[in-house]
Protein backbone atom coordinates (compact mmCIF):
# COMPACT_ATOMS: atom_id res chain seq x y z
CA UNK A 1 0.00 0.00 0.00
CA UNK A 2 1.15 3.73 -0.29
CA UNK A 3 3.65 4.78 2.14
CA UNK A 4 3.23 8.23 4.85
CA UNK A 5 1.32 11.01 3.10
CA UNK A 6 1.51 14.39 4.58
CA UNK A 7 -0.03 17.49 2.96
CA UNK A 8 0.07 20.01 2.18
CA UNK A 9 4.08 20.00 1.17
CA UNK A 10 4.61 23.55 1.60
CA UNK A 11 3.15 26.11 3.31
CA UNK A 12 3.94 29.37 3.48
CA UNK A 13 2.29 31.55 6.35
CA UNK A 14 1.91 35.13 8.00
CA UNK A 15 3.44 35.74 11.19
CA UNK A 16 0.54 34.97 13.54
CA UNK A 17 -1.72 33.22 11.93
CA UNK A 18 -2.75 29.47 12.96
CA UNK A 19 -1.83 26.84 10.64
CA UNK A 20 -2.85 22.71 10.52
CA UNK A 21 -0.24 20.32 8.80
CA UNK A 22 -2.10 16.88 7.86
CA UNK A 23 -0.42 12.98 7.94
CA UNK A 24 -1.95 9.96 6.73
CA UNK A 25 0.25 6.95 8.49
CA UNK A 26 0.37 3.69 6.73
CA UNK A 27 -3.01 1.60 7.21
CA UNK A 28 -2.90 -0.19 10.52
CA UNK A 29 0.21 1.45 11.72
CA UNK A 30 -0.10 2.14 15.61
CA UNK A 31 1.94 4.76 16.51
CA UNK A 32 2.53 8.04 15.13
CA UNK A 33 5.05 10.75 15.54
CA UNK A 34 5.48 14.34 14.64
CA UNK A 35 8.64 16.13 13.98
CA UNK A 36 10.43 19.33 13.73
CA UNK A 37 13.71 19.62 11.67
CA UNK A 38 14.92 23.09 11.20
CA UNK A 39 17.12 23.69 8.56
CA UNK A 40 20.54 21.43 8.48
CA UNK A 41 19.69 20.27 12.05
CA UNK A 42 18.78 17.02 13.87
CA UNK A 43 15.19 15.59 14.42
CA UNK A 44 13.53 17.16 17.38
CA UNK A 45 10.56 14.98 18.95
CA UNK A 46 7.35 16.72 19.60
CA UNK A 47 4.53 14.08 20.20
CA UNK A 48 3.84 10.81 19.59
CA UNK A 49 0.43 8.56 19.22
CA UNK A 50 -0.11 4.91 20.29
CA UNK A 51 -3.42 3.38 20.19
CA UNK A 52 -6.05 4.89 22.19
CA UNK A 53 -3.32 5.73 24.90
CA UNK A 54 -3.17 9.01 26.01
CA UNK A 55 -0.53 10.53 23.99
CA UNK A 56 3.21 11.52 24.82
CA UNK A 57 3.12 15.26 24.40
CA UNK A 58 6.71 15.86 25.96
CA UNK A 59 8.58 17.55 23.18
CA UNK A 60 6.02 20.37 21.87
CA UNK A 61 7.93 23.22 22.76
CA UNK A 62 4.75 25.37 23.69
CA UNK A 63 1.23 25.81 24.20
CA UNK A 64 0.59 27.17 20.65
CA UNK A 65 1.23 23.69 19.62
CA UNK A 66 -1.03 20.83 19.58
CA UNK A 67 -1.95 17.29 17.86
CA UNK A 68 -5.33 15.26 17.03
CA UNK A 69 -5.32 11.53 15.62
CA UNK A 70 -8.56 10.00 15.50
CA UNK A 71 -7.91 6.55 16.78
CA UNK A 72 -5.49 4.94 14.27
CA UNK A 73 -5.86 7.13 11.06
CA UNK A 74 -5.04 10.53 10.25
CA UNK A 75 -3.51 13.02 12.74
CA UNK A 76 -3.27 16.45 12.80
CA UNK A 77 -0.37 18.93 14.35
CA UNK A 78 -1.86 22.39 14.97
CA UNK A 79 0.37 25.68 15.28
CA UNK A 80 -1.20 28.78 16.49
CA UNK A 81 -0.16 32.26 16.27
CA UNK A 82 2.80 31.11 14.12
CA UNK A 83 6.37 32.79 14.79
CA UNK A 84 9.11 33.11 12.64
CA UNK A 85 11.28 30.47 14.62
CA UNK A 86 8.76 27.82 13.81
CA UNK A 87 9.76 27.87 10.47
CA UNK A 88 10.75 24.15 9.76
CA UNK A 89 10.29 20.99 7.95
CA UNK A 90 7.57 18.96 10.18
CA UNK A 91 8.00 15.39 9.32
CA UNK A 92 5.56 12.71 10.68
CA UNK A 93 6.27 8.86 11.19
CA UNK A 94 4.39 5.62 11.67
CA UNK A 95 5.06 2.13 12.84
CA UNK A 96 3.47 -0.94 13.41
CA UNK A 97 3.89 -2.09 17.22
CA UNK A 98 3.81 -4.50 18.29
CA UNK A 99 3.42 -6.91 15.68
CA UNK A 100 6.49 -5.82 13.91
CA UNK A 101 9.55 -7.60 13.78
CA UNK A 102 11.56 -4.86 13.63
CA UNK A 103 10.52 -3.77 16.67
CA UNK A 104 9.91 0.30 16.11
CA UNK A 105 11.03 1.15 12.55
CA UNK A 106 9.52 4.31 11.94
CA UNK A 107 8.92 5.35 8.24
CA UNK A 108 8.76 8.80 7.76
CA UNK A 109 6.27 11.29 5.48
CA UNK A 110 7.96 13.46 2.96
CA UNK A 111 7.35 16.24 5.33
CA UNK A 112 5.59 19.51 5.13
CA UNK A 113 7.69 22.43 5.23
CA UNK A 114 6.36 25.80 6.93
CA UNK A 115 7.81 29.28 6.02
CA UNK A 116 6.42 31.87 8.09
CA UNK A 117 7.16 35.53 7.07
CA UNK B 1 14.99 11.09 29.49
CA UNK B 2 16.82 9.37 27.25
CA UNK B 3 19.56 11.37 25.73
CA UNK B 4 21.62 10.81 22.59
CA UNK B 5 25.04 12.16 21.49
CA UNK B 6 26.10 11.54 18.06
CA UNK B 7 30.08 12.41 16.87
CA UNK B 8 31.23 13.77 13.89
CA UNK B 9 28.70 16.14 12.71
CA UNK B 10 30.25 16.63 9.40
CA UNK B 11 32.71 13.96 8.37
CA UNK B 12 34.23 13.78 4.11
CA UNK B 13 36.11 10.64 3.09
CA UNK B 14 37.47 9.52 0.05
CA UNK B 15 35.64 7.41 -2.43
CA UNK B 16 36.26 3.68 -1.42
CA UNK B 17 37.26 4.90 2.37
CA UNK B 18 35.56 3.63 5.67
CA UNK B 19 33.41 6.15 7.69
CA UNK B 20 32.74 5.59 11.01
CA UNK B 21 29.72 7.37 13.03
CA UNK B 22 29.77 6.91 16.85
CA UNK B 23 26.74 7.42 19.14
CA UNK B 24 26.20 7.38 23.19
CA UNK B 25 22.76 6.90 25.12
CA UNK B 26 21.98 7.52 28.84
CA UNK B 27 19.22 5.31 29.48
CA UNK B 28 19.99 1.78 30.18
CA UNK B 29 17.18 0.72 29.19
CA UNK B 30 17.34 1.25 25.71
CA UNK B 31 17.61 -1.87 23.77
CA UNK B 32 16.65 -1.00 20.52
CA UNK B 33 19.22 1.07 18.23
CA UNK B 34 18.56 2.11 14.28
CA UNK B 35 20.31 4.46 11.82
CA UNK B 36 18.41 6.43 9.50
CA UNK B 37 20.05 7.46 6.23
CA UNK B 38 18.19 10.84 4.85
CA UNK B 39 19.55 12.02 1.54
CA UNK B 40 19.66 15.53 0.73
CA UNK B 41 15.60 16.88 0.27
CA UNK B 42 14.26 13.80 1.25
CA UNK B 43 12.43 11.62 4.06
CA UNK B 44 14.41 9.45 6.68
CA UNK B 45 14.43 5.82 5.87
CA UNK B 46 15.70 3.29 8.18
CA UNK B 47 18.89 1.20 6.80
CA UNK B 48 19.92 -1.05 9.89
CA UNK B 49 19.29 -1.58 13.11
CA UNK B 50 20.92 -3.64 16.48
CA UNK B 51 18.90 -5.15 19.30
CA UNK B 52 20.74 -5.43 23.33
CA UNK B 53 21.32 -8.94 22.85
CA UNK B 54 23.75 -8.90 19.65
CA UNK B 55 26.69 -7.07 19.67
CA UNK B 56 27.36 -6.79 16.02
CA UNK B 57 25.67 -6.97 12.94
CA UNK B 58 26.14 -6.32 9.27
CA UNK B 59 24.59 -5.93 5.96
CA UNK B 60 26.77 -5.74 3.02
CA UNK B 61 29.11 -2.92 3.31
CA UNK B 62 27.45 -1.39 6.45
CA UNK B 63 27.87 -2.69 9.65
CA UNK B 64 26.82 -1.57 13.22
CA UNK B 65 28.44 -2.37 16.78
CA UNK B 66 26.96 -2.03 20.19
CA UNK B 67 29.00 -1.49 23.82
CA UNK B 68 25.86 -1.88 26.46
CA UNK B 69 28.48 -1.88 29.09
CA UNK B 70 29.88 1.52 27.83
CA UNK B 71 26.52 2.58 26.31
CA UNK B 72 27.65 3.23 22.92
CA UNK B 73 27.07 2.44 19.38
CA UNK B 74 28.63 2.64 15.73
CA UNK B 75 27.81 2.58 12.42
CA UNK B 76 30.67 1.42 10.12
CA UNK B 77 30.61 2.31 6.07
CA UNK B 78 32.98 0.89 4.13
CA UNK B 79 34.34 0.97 0.60
CA UNK B 80 32.42 4.22 0.73
CA UNK B 81 30.86 5.77 -2.58
CA UNK B 82 29.47 9.04 -3.69
CA UNK B 83 25.68 7.48 -3.01
CA UNK B 84 26.35 6.94 0.24
CA UNK B 85 27.15 11.04 0.93
CA UNK B 86 23.55 11.76 3.55
CA UNK B 87 22.58 12.36 6.81
CA UNK B 88 23.01 9.80 9.28
CA UNK B 89 21.14 9.07 12.51
CA UNK B 90 21.11 7.01 15.18
CA UNK B 91 18.67 6.40 17.61
CA UNK B 92 17.77 4.74 20.52
CA UNK B 93 14.08 3.38 22.28
CA UNK B 94 13.37 0.83 24.78
CA UNK B 95 11.08 -1.49 23.92
CA UNK B 96 7.76 -1.77 25.00
CA UNK B 97 8.02 2.65 25.12
CA UNK B 98 7.98 3.75 21.47
CA UNK B 99 9.09 6.91 21.66
CA UNK B 100 12.63 7.30 20.02
CA UNK B 101 15.22 9.71 20.68
CA UNK B 102 17.18 10.70 17.86
CA UNK B 103 20.82 12.12 17.78
CA UNK B 104 21.89 15.40 15.89
CA UNK B 105 22.84 13.61 12.45
CA UNK B 106 26.03 13.44 10.89
CA UNK B 107 26.71 14.73 7.24
CA UNK B 108 28.29 12.53 5.46
CA UNK B 109 30.39 13.58 2.14
CA UNK B 110 32.31 10.92 0.41
CA UNK B 111 34.77 12.82 -2.66
CA UNK B 112 34.87 10.56 -6.06
Known sequence: GAGVSQSPSNKVTEKGK???????????????YWYRQRLGQGLEFLIYFQGNSAPDKSG?????????????????????????EDSAVYLCASSLWPRSTSYNEQFFGPGTRLTVL | GENVEQHPSTLSVQEGDSAVI???????????????????????QLIIDIRSNV??????????????????????????????????????????YQKVTFGTGTKLQVIP
Do not use: M
Open chain 2, 55 to 96: GEKKDQRIAVTLNKTAKHFSLHITETQPEDSAVYFCAASVTG
Open chain 1, 60 to 84: LPSDRFSAERTGESVSTLTIQRTQQ
Open chain 1, 18 to 32: DVELRCDPISGHTAL
Open chain 2, 22 to 44: KCTYSDSASNYFPWYKQELGKRP
